[in-house]
């Protein structure tokens, strides 16, 4: 089945302590990218991917850090947590340049 | 930049009401234009999409229509479900032809209806 599956489902963990969010998918595309949905906000982007050792920052990057070491795999990397980083979080791919974007499941993080 | 704005919720319908929730953006491109549903618990489901100026997108008895005169892309729905009950947002995709990818999103409108 084509998906995009993230790990964990859902975080509770205190500040600074380091944390990685995994993204993975098995449709071959080139473009992944991270999400943040707040309250009355809506979704932000954080990171975004066009391939391979391609990243680049989104709209909202600071406290974060994103690699694509592999075409299938977007971690998501919280160096030092702090509590304003606590939402939901999604990740996303598609093939380049496509308007078809597929969502993983999201993973609630709480920062304490 | 590019934005979305939408109406703000919570809507609360009865079973079988006319829902419209308005959308209206800002692009200085040409963008492609979204609906995404997000059910309680679940992430984002892409709803309907139009990619061109008096494109209509439907699914589920949902629909839209990309007016570029009045940078509006409304969704209605003729008798809406429990089921239906959701956060309904609103997206662009930036640049020529909205395929460079990254959405931009609206605030999100929950939608809640009773029996």
């Known amino acids: 089945e084509a998906q995009v599956t993230q790990n964990p489902r859902y975080l509770i963990t205190v500040t600074g302590k380091k944390l990685t969010v995994t993204c993975s998918q098995n449709?071959?595309?080139?473009?992944m990218s991270w999400y943040r949905q707040d309250p009355g906000l809506g979704l932000r982007q954080i990171y975004y991917?066009?391939?391979?050792?391609?990243?680049d920052k989104g709209d909202v990057p600071e406290g974060y850090k994103v690699s694509r070491k592999e075409k299938r795999n977007f971690p998501l990397i919280l160096e030092s947590p702090s509590p304003n980083q606590t939402s939901l979080y999604f990740c996303?791919?598609?093939?380049?340049?496509?308007?078809?974007?597929?969502f993983g499941s999201g993973t609630r993080l709480t920062v304490v | 930049g590019d934005s979305v704005t939408q109406m703000e919720g919570p809507v609360t319908l009865s079973e079988e009401a006319f829902l419209t929730i308005n959308c209206t953006y800002t692009?200085?491109?040409?963008?492609?234009l979204f609906w995404y549903v997000q059910y309680p618990g679940e992430g984002l489901q892409l709803l309907l999409k139009?990619?061109?100026?008096?494109d209509k997108g439907s699914n589920k008895g949902f629909e839209a229509t990309y007016r570029k005169e009045t940078t509006s892309f409304h969704l209605e729905k003729g008798s809406v479900q429990v089921s239906d009950s959701a956060v309904y947002f609103c997206?662009?995709?930036?640049?020529?032809?909205?395929?460079?990818?990254?959405?931009?999103f609206g605030t999100g409108t929950l939608l809640a209806v009773q029996p």
């Open positions: 996303a791919s598609s093939v380049r340049d496509s308007t078809n974007v597929a």
């Open positions: 449709m071959n595309h080139e473009y």
């Open positions: 991917s066009m391939n391979v050792e391609v990243t």
């Open positions: 997206a662009l995709s930036e640049g020529y032809g909205g395929a460079t990818n990254k959405l931009i």
């Open positions: 139009a990619t061109k100026a008096d």
């Open positions: 692009a200085t491109g040409y963008p492609s």
